[in-house]
Nanobody
Framework: QVQLVESGGGLVQPGGSLRLSCAAS????????MYWVRQAPGTGLQWISC????????SYAASVNGRFTISRDNVKNTVYLQMNSLKAEDTAIYYC?????????????????RGQGTQVTVSS
């Protein structure tokens, strides 16, 4: 069955960095667009980044552009999110998601598959 397993979350001070990983299995990973989305307490899902199947196209929400970097390894079936210069407002549960179609942008809140998430807390 399809599995997306996120890891790498935790508690970090403002200005710090974290690297999230998402290990995928059960589907043709190298054919899918991959996404990172997040949900802060009391809010809905927020798209923050996407990468196409080849890794040649990447896009970011304005709130994370210049601080976060998405990448993927189609041999390891893993997608990553490098998060730098973290702020308190980045505190959220971070999910990876997958879809055959391009669903990049804040208008999208559903994708074909989504993992269980990993908590990121930015606090001093």
């Amino acid at each position: 069955q399809v599995q997306l397993v996120e890891s790498g979350g935790g508690l970090v001070q403002p200005g710090g960095s974290l690297r999230l990983s998402c290990a995928a299995s059960g589907f043709a990973f190298n054919s899918y667009w991959m996404y990172w989305v997040r949900q802060a307490p009391g809010t809905g899902l927020q798209w923050i980044s996407c990468i196409n199947s080849a890794g040649s196209f990447k896009s970011y929400a304005a709130s994370v552009n210049g601080r976060f970097t998405i990448s993927r390894d189609n041999v390891k079936n893993t997608v990553y999110l490098q998060m730098n210069s973290l702020k308190a407002e980045d505190t959220a549960i971070y999910y990876c998601a997958a879809d055959l179609s391009s669903r990049c942008g804040s208008i999208y809140t559903t994708w074909a598959y989504r993992g269980q998430g990993t908590q990121v807390t930015v606090s001093s």
